[in-house]
């Protein structure tokens, strides 16, 4: 195990989840209560040092119990390292803690995954649609189960009739 | 410091002059505007609305998405090959760095080796691609704030090398001229020729554009002091790019994680000090002698060699194999209509785009297609911190904001 994902194994052994390396990227997955915790941790500490967000994404696993994994991205630019921090989402409890007061570059990116997969951030300032329009009803398109040709919206537009000659 | 004066005057009595206090007030009430999105300064179509006290601006909310795709949606369904020419979509005014940084995203998730020829090529390319964009946006950021000489001059120049461009693979703009594993074609003669007369053209053309604006009182007025980000700020809203480095953090992935043929170059990577506009301007203008130097060391360097890894079950045999070999046909078929077993698992992968850093989040469940891919595009985060940067300036300063950041909706809305 890389020894940035035993320092947080040892400080969290209560939230720590599992850890895994591939292709040089360093990935730590936790519950979903120790999020803050662990992002505070990672944002403060000073062997940490983790001050620059690089993004937040999620994915979709439509078989898993817990369905939505969110993913965040830190970069150290001090210590030039890389840690990707996970959590899963179920879908009947679809919320998890805002980060947006330790990295502000969070906002919009949280604001995207929440329009995107439909996954809630507590505490977030301004948590509406930001790339869909507001007023969208047929859900979140980055879930699989969303057609990739969407549900029928555009089919409600009113087009314009030949002008006749 | 300017910054604090801009903030303050608007909300308190001057204290030279207490008896301002007692003075009749007039009604005053915060108002509403919408700019754009059909706006000329707004480099798309981006809509912010502006809350208003006089001039000043008090907050500013923009309402992004009016150009959104569905891109992400679009990859889950396509192969990894499908997906390059998506990408020249997304930032359209530099397609090649989003080419060589999607196929980079790619080639990590495989582990796949770039023969050095190719490398070099893509560095090259790409440092091409950082000069257009540079004068793309230094000619629209100087007309959107009123000097108008300097844009004829970038775009006269920048036209040398989209004609580069079109004799490089056939396409001005929309280029898709990477290939995961090298690149679709190596230079001609001709076009080595011509890149090496631009090296000798192009930085006393540098020069005169510096001459322009710096002359200018009325653009170094409306650049210098505005729009300022402390570095602490400007990391903590994640901004990357000539945008980081106008406050003074130093942050180059081509330095920090070194990739392609630029850890065998040398070049120095221009840090600002101020976090106001003018730097994030002079980072560019530097940047473009760097890009001059880089593509200069790597035509020296350069050797003969292949431009794309033989790894058949991946990469694209050579054009010629394909119109007269059965076998290289049938490999091109298939890469192009199923595509390649990709290995189970994630990365993440970023470059050093000449806006910021351009990442791709892939997570693979192998298979021809990306189960998930999520672009960390730097014009969407640029646009998260333009509520907290735009405040207590002019209305008119909000379109050097947008300027500062390069914005590219294409890209920021995906």
Not at chain 1, 53 to 80: C, L, M, N, Q, T
Not at chain 2, 41 to 60: A, N, Q, Y
Not at chain 2, 157 to 166: C, N, P, S, Y
Request: proline content about 6%; aromatic content about 12%; some cysteine.
């Amino acid at each position: 195990m890389h020894q940035l994902a035993q320092r947080i194994q040892d400080t969290f052994p209560v939230g720590f989840l599992s850890s895994t390396e591939w292709r040089g990227d360093i990935s730590v997955t936790v519950t979903r209560e120790k999020v803050h915790e662990v992002a505070q941790f990672l944002h403060d500490d000073p062997g940490m040092d983790f001050d620059y967000i690089v993004h937040v994404s999620s994915v979709d696993w439509p078989d898993d119990e817990e369905r939505f994994e969110v993913v965040w991205e830190f970069y150290a630019i001090r210590k030039r390292q890389r840690i990707r921090l996970k959590t899963r989402v179920p879908e009947s409890d679809c919320i998890v803690d805002s980060l947006t007061d330790i990295w502000k570059g969070a906002d919009f990116m949280e604001r995207e995954v929440y329009d995107m997969m439909g996954i809630r951030f507590r505490n977030h300032p301004d948590l509406r649609r930001i790339l869909m329009p507001d007023d969208y009803t047929e859900g979140y398109p980055l879930r699989k189960d969303f057609p990739l040709r969407g549900k029928g919206w555009r089919d409600t537009f009113d087009f314009l009739d030949e002008v006749p000659r | 410091m300017a910054f604090e004066d801009q903030r303050t005057t608007v909300y308190k009595v001057d204290p030279e002059h207490p008896e301002s206090e007692s003075l009749p007030t007039l009604r005053t009430e915060e108002l509403l505007l919408n700019m754009g999105p059909q706006h000329p300064s707004t480099h798309g179509v981006l809509k912010v609305i502006l809350e208003l006290e006089g001039e000043r601006l008090v907050k500013s909310t923009p309402v992004l998405g009016f150009l959104h795709r569905g891109v992400e949606k679009l990859a889950e369904d396509g192969t990894y090959h499908q997906f390059i020419p998506h990408t020249d979509r997304l930032d359209y005014v530099c397609a090649m760095y989003n080419n060589f940084a999607y196929c980079r995203a790619v080639e990590k998730l495989l582990n796949l080796q770039v023969p050095d020829r190719a490398e070099y090529l893509r560095t090259i390319v790409a440092e091409v691609q950082r000069i257009i964009g540079h004068q793309f946006w230094l000619g629209t950021q100087a007309l959107d704030i009123g000097a108008m000489t300097v844009f004829f001059y970038c775009f006269r120049d920048r036209e040398i090398l989209l004609d580069w461009f079109d004799e490089l693979c056939g396409a001005r703009l929309t280029t898709s001229w990477y290939r995961i594993g090298g690149v679709e074609r190596d230079f001609t003669p001709s076009l080595l020729d011509k890149l090496k007369k631009f090296l000798d053209y192009f930085p006393p053309k540098i020069d005169e554009y510096i001459v322009f604006l710096e002359t200018n009182r009325i653009w170094v007025a409306r650049t210098k002091g505005v729009a300022v980000i402390s570095a602490e700020d400007a990391v903590s809203f994640g901004l990357s790019g000539p945008t980081l480095r106008g406050s003074g953090v130093d942050y180059d992935l081509r330095k920090y994680e070194p990739y392609s043929a630029y850890p065998k170059c040398e070049f120095s990577v221009p840090v600002g000090k101020n976090g106001d506009t003018y730097d994030r301007y002079w980072i560019r203008v530097m940047e473009l002698y760097e890009s001059v130097k880089i593509i200069r060391q790597c035509l020296e360097q350069m050797q003969e060699g292949p431009i794309m890894a033989d790894v058949p079950s991946v990469t694209l045999p050579p054009k010629e194999r394909v119109f007269t070999n059965l076998e290289a046909m049938i490999q091109q078929f298939k890469l192009f209509s199923q595509g390649f077993n990709a290995p189970p698992g994630e990365i993440y992968c970023g470059t050093e785009a000449h806006k910021g850093e351009l990442g791709f989040h892939i997570v693979s469940t192998g298979g021809g297609k990306p189960y998930r891919l999520k672009i960390r595009a730097p014009s969407f985060i640029h646009m998260g911190a333009f509520d907290y940067m735009s405040r207590g300036y002019m209305i008119a300063d909000a379109i050097t904001l947008f300027g500062t950041y390069d914005i590219v909706m294409g890209e920021c809305d995906r």
